[in-house]
């Protein structure tokens, strides 16, 4: 037997079991906490997929994928830094100095809070 075997045949149809035999044995017991409001601001409601949504939730995802994207933009840097010498080194601190300008405005304009919206609010 060679590895692709078990890749493409052995691995799905076993997962295909374990997910069988989990939906035919597994107690269904809805509680509070499992129909509560996810992260995302949705309500599970049995027949409401869809309610009302603070922009909050997609702000901070779409500054995570940016600031994800630095990462993925510097990593390359790192990597060969002892081949691209001063000048290298220069131009990777002028893009992380950049985005940390932008990040502080970010937070400095309330986009990124540390605090709850409802509780600021409520105050």
Not at 3 to 31: C, E, G, K, Q, T
Not at 35 to 48: D, H, M, R, W
Not at 101 to 123: P, R
């Amino acid at each position: 037997m060679n590895n692709l075997f078990f890749i493409f045949i052995f691995v799905p149809i076993l997962a295909f079991i374990l997910l069988a035999l989990n939906v035919l044995f597994s107690v269904h017991r809805p509680d509070e906490a499992k129909v509560s409001a996810y992260e995302c601001g949705f309500i599970a409601l049995p027949g409401q997929t869809r309610s009302t949504f603070q922009i909050h939730f997609m702000i901070v995802a779409l500054l995570f994928l940016i600031f994800d994207l630095e990462i993925l933009l510097l990593f390359p840097l790192a990597v060969t830094l002892y081949q691209v010498s001063i000048f290298g080194f220069t131009i990777g601190i002028v893009f992380f100095i950049v985005l940390t300008i932008g990040f502080v405005l970010e937070i400095g304009s309330g986009a990124i809070s540390l605090v709850n919206i409802e509780q600021s609010n409520n105050k």
